[in-house]
């Protein structure tokens, strides 16, 4: 699991993910969970999504998260099915799937003799997305912990088309030779927003199972293999949920000192740096000075700057007739 822990790597993080959103027409997320057998065991520190074809077909839906269960449920756009049948179907979802499905705009309701019904307000667009590149952040190479493992993971897996290392350590040799010829391997300077490619990724097969590191210990590790379906499903998983929720996830803190850059990253002037405010702001920072919290608009940055559409008119009008039953 990745572990943001100190300012270095938090503000290395925000600087890539900065860069990112300048030089690629990816839609970016940060901190995901990227294991199927055992769920939560692995944590991708930055997630891009690559656009499909449809993908403004996705966008106009909403701006948030679809729950892929309710993707992959017994509701479509044609006929309405009805409610029990949802939560009791070959492929059942639970209450909370479908209020949630409703809340983001993907279900709508109609009642039809006191018996409530649903419907998907539009096709869900399959090709929205055309590749996933999964990023490990690793600012010192001196200080690797965990990291072959993790990358190991990733490449055993498969459920990114790409998988890269970003560091700022200078790359030796020896580096390279430590983790799996697959991986690429990006050399970024955070102050100056500068990339250069040290090796190019190998692309994965994301289409095929794949090998899902359990448990390592010194005489055993425990591997789960995964179908291709149950990749398919996470790929989907982790596109939606990093659509739903970029990579400014961060609260701004109400000190005198705090500011905003201009692509909303969180910044001390009193220690002239980018700071996580989770961790380091608050009554004991020793700069800390009573103030006005930020106004910083993150999905209008977002909105800006990437492909991602803020509050789209949504498609629910278009299902003509069913409006009188709201």
């Known amino acids: 699991m990745a572990d943001v822990d100190t300012p270095r790597e938090f503000a290395f993080e925000l600087a890539l993910c900065a860069h990112l959103e300048e030089t690629t027409d990816w839609v970016l997320s940060r901190q995901l969970g990227a294991a199927v057998d055992r769920s939560g065991r692995r944590i991708v520190d930055?997630?891009?999504?690559v656009t499909g074809p449809s993908f403004d077909e996705r966008a106009r839906i909403t701006d948030r998260a679809i729950p892929v269960r309710a993707v992959e449920s017994d509701v479509g756009v044609g006929e309405a099915v009805s409610r029990?049948?949802?939560?009791?179907?070959?492929?059942?979802?639970?209450?909370?799937?479908?209020?949630?499905?409703?809340?983001?705009?993907?279900?709508?309701?109609?009642?039809?003799n006191s018996r409530e019904y649903l419907r998907q307000t539009a096709r869900y667009p399959d090709e929205w997305f055309a590749g996933l590149v999964g990023i490990e952040n690793k600012p010192d190479l001196g200080d690797p912990g965990a990291l072959s493992r993790q990358l190991r993971t990733d490449v055993s897996l498969g459920l990114f088309e790409e998988?890269?290392?970003?560091?700022?350590?200078?790359?030796?040799?020896?580096?390279?030779?430590?983790?799996?010829?697959?991986?690429?391997?990006?050399?970024?300077?955070?102050?100056?927003?500068?990339?250069?490619?040290?090796?190019?990724?190998t692309a994965l097969a994301t289409d095929e199972p794949g090998v899902e590191l359990v448990d390592e210990r010194s005489l055993r590790t425990d591997v789960?293999?995964?179908?291709?379906?149950?990749k398919a499903r996470a790929r989907r998983r982790i596109?939606?949920?990093?659509?739903?929720?970029?990579?400014?996830?961060?609260?701004?803190p109400s000190c005198a000192h705090a500011s905003a850059t201009a692509d909303g990253r969180p910044y001390c002037e009193a220690f002239d740096r980018v700071i996580e405010p989770s961790r380091r702001c608050g009554s004991a920072c020793p700069a800390h000075e009573e103030g006005s919290c930020p106004d910083v608009d993150a999905d209008r940055l977002r909105d800006d700057r990437t492909p991602w559409e803020r509050d789209p008119p949504g498609v629910a009008r278009r299902q003509s007739g069913l409006d009188r039953f709201r």
């Open 84 to 112: 029990y049948r949802a939560l009791r179907g070959e492929r059942g979802l639970r209450e909370p799937e479908i209020e949630r499905a409703v809340d983001v705009g993907f279900f709508e309701t109609e009642r039809r």
């Open 239 to 252: 596109a939606e949920r990093a659509y739903g929720k970029g990579w400014r996830t961060y609260a701004f």
């Open 224 to 230: 789960a293999v995964v179908d291709a379906d149950a």
């Open 163 to 201: 998988v890269i290392l970003a560091t700022e350590s200078h790359v030796t040799r020896a580096h390279l030779n430590r983790i799996p010829r697959e991986v690429g391997v990006w050399r970024f300077d955070p102050e100056r927003g500068e990339r250069d490619v040290i090796r190019e990724p």
């Open 46 to 49: 930055v997630v891009g999504v």
